[in-house]
């Protein structure tokens, strides 16, 4: 997996485009992005400038989030050990994102013994179907 941008790290760590997913999120996950905000406020310390477009990037700004994206780059490019606890912590909360989308995309009705099974969300996709006598063989 390609290591996440300073810009992706900020957008999963300070903004409010996640509201719909993030009702599906585990607790886990809610207090990974929690962590990674907390690690990005901690590393920023310091820099008025920067603890100002922290606050407004977590009330939904955008042109903060960028400049917070910008002063996130730099500590990652000088901190090595920084960008690596970040970039982990990232990439588990976007897998975890990830999964969470994916998950209720199949559909599966079993009816006395028969069970059909349907992607939810391509009603062009194949239907399976299998029961007792019935084999389902996938090549």
């Not at 490019?77 to 199949?106: H, R, S």
């Amino acid at each position: 997996m390609e290591p996440l941008t300073a810009g992706a790290i900020a957008t999963l760590a300070f903004t409010k485009a996640f509201e719909k997913t993030i009702e599906k999120l585990t607790e886990a996950t809610l207090t990974k992005i929690n962590d990674l905000r907390k690690k990005i406020w901690l590393k920023l310390r310091g820099n008025l400038k920067a603890e100002t477009a922290l606050a407004a990037a977590e009330k939904g700004s955008k042109p903060d989030l960028e400049t917070v994206t910008a002063y996130l780059k730099q500590a990652m490019d000088y901190d090595n050990q920084f960008a690596q606890e970040v970039q982990t912590l990232a990439k588990e909360i976007q897998q975890e994102i990830n999964i969470g989308k994916i998950q209720g995309q199949n559909l599966q009705n079993v009816y006395g013994g028969e069970a059909e099974q349907n992607n939810a969300n391509n009603t062009n996709a194949p239907v399976i179907q299998g029961g007792s006598g019935h084999n389902i063989t996938f090549n």
